[in-house]
């Protein structure tokens, strides 16, 4: 593993390593052959496990810790920049977590949503999305592709390929009046489809549906105000997801999410996880998901896979849910709840140093970790010391 004794600046360090989101690393076009060349990035990090973490700081910019020398800095670095113009990468990313390869920063900045005529002359959403790429060396932005019908916003979660992109395309939810015109919209509960950029030649391609929104509806009548898609990452060559909508009637009541998870395969090209009864949706969501590891939780209940298993290993705590938050998975142990859950031994064991914090990395013989639920006060922990 490259060692460097100190944080110099994002550009560098950024082309002095690869980042790591499913697994492996992430090279540059010439030793691409010897790498899996994969990213995922969601709302709230981009995770590499052997350099460096970018992350959403909790002042909202898009942030690195480098874990050599442990120091934070903001992903921008033009001379002299104050980060307050449109020309700032930090502006353009507006908290985000971009994709890295080979030091370019890949992004979508969607258009503000316009209400204009249509050919029936009726009033309608015109939605546009911008895919661009920002230099990290030159601090220069290229716009690569418009997609001119839906949002592409990364906050869904989104993933780098080879040289494809995997992205949520969302059209809003939408209500008309009587005459046709469009009289409300947001952006959730509306048809989330998975989508495809190759960046050879910037084609598009829609792959899936990811959720059948009137049929939920039927069942759960709150969808269409708060249905929407998460993208997990990828397990055993297939692309996993959990699908959330609000349960019960009430609009004014406490939202109770329910999760269900599916898998796009990369094999084959098919969905799978729709559900076949709506009345009894097994409510299961996907917590933790890298090339080595995908655990899937239910209330009470944790199935871990490891890359190459036949079977999960389950655990049994009443502090799983569906909607668990906040798991990693390193070294063959679950951490979470200030705990380790060893998948070889099969049992669970409290670890002090992990009181009110979080395992966010591993870095050569040390964890990175953080406060819990918060992205700050970060530490490097050798790992005897945190498994002592």
């Known amino acids: 593993m490259k060692q460097r004794t100190g944080f ?63 120091s934070l800095t903001a992903l921008c670095s033009k001379p002299n920049c104050h980060h307050t113009g449109d020309d700032c990468i930090l502006q353009r990313l507006n908290g985000k977590n971009p994709m890295f390869s080979d030091n370019y920063a890949y992004y979508f900045v969607d258009d503000v949503p316009q209400i204009v005529r249509n050919s029936e002359d009726h009033d309608e959403l015109k939605l546009g999305s911008a895919l661009c790429r920002y230099d990290l060396t030159a601090n220069a932005e ?45 952006n959730t509960g509306g048809a989330l489809s998975l989508c495809t950029i190759r960046l ?49 009637t009430d609009a004014f009541a406490m939202p109770d999410y329910h999760l269900y998870a599916t898998y796009y395969d990369l094999n084959d090209g098919s969905y799978h996880g729709t559900p076949e009864d709506y009345a009894n949706i097994d409510f299961a969501g996907v917590t933790y ?55 070889n031994m099969k049992e669970e064991r409290k670890i002090d140093a992990l009181y009110g914090k979080s395992v966010v990395a591993k870095y050569g013989d040390s964890y990175i970790i953080s406060d819990y639920g918060m992205q700050e006060n970060f530490e490097r922990i050798p790992a005897e010391q945190l498994l002592k």
């Open 289 to 343: 998901c890298s090339e080595d590891y995908l655990v899937i939780c239910r209330d009470g209940q944790a199935s871990a896979w490891k890359k190459g298993a036949e079977q999960p290993v389950i655990f049994w705590d009443e502090r799983f849910s569906h909607n668990c938050y906040l798991m990693s998975v390193f070294d063959d142990t679950i951490y979470c709840f200030g705990c380790g859950y060893d998948l």
């Open 142 to 186: 290229e716009k690569l592709k418009h997609i001119d019908t839906s949002a592409a916003d990364p906050c869904y979660g989104w993933m780098l390929l080879h040289d494809t992109i995997y992205y949520i395309e969302n059209t809003y939810s939408r209500s008309y009046d009587d005459a046709g015109n469009l009289i409300s919209y947001g």
């Open 8 to 70: 110099l600046c994002a550009a560098v360090m950024l082309a002095a390593c690869g980042l790591q989101g499913c697994g492996q690393n992430i090279g540059t076009h010439a030793d691409k052959d010897q790498s899996f060349h994969c990213s995922f990035a969601d709302t709230y990090q981009n995770l590499s496990e052997e350099n460096f973490y970018c992350f959403k700081s909790v002042e909202g910019r898009t942030t690195i810790l480098d874990y050599e020398s442990m």
């Open 200 to 248: 050879s030649d910037m084609q598009i391609t829609k792959l899936c549906d990811l959720y059948d929104v009137e049929t939920l509806t039927k069942y759960y009548p709150l969808t269409p105000n708060s249905g929407g898609v998460q993208m997990k990452g990828m397990f055993d060559n297939k692309i996993y997801f959990n699908v959330s909508f609000v349960g019960g």
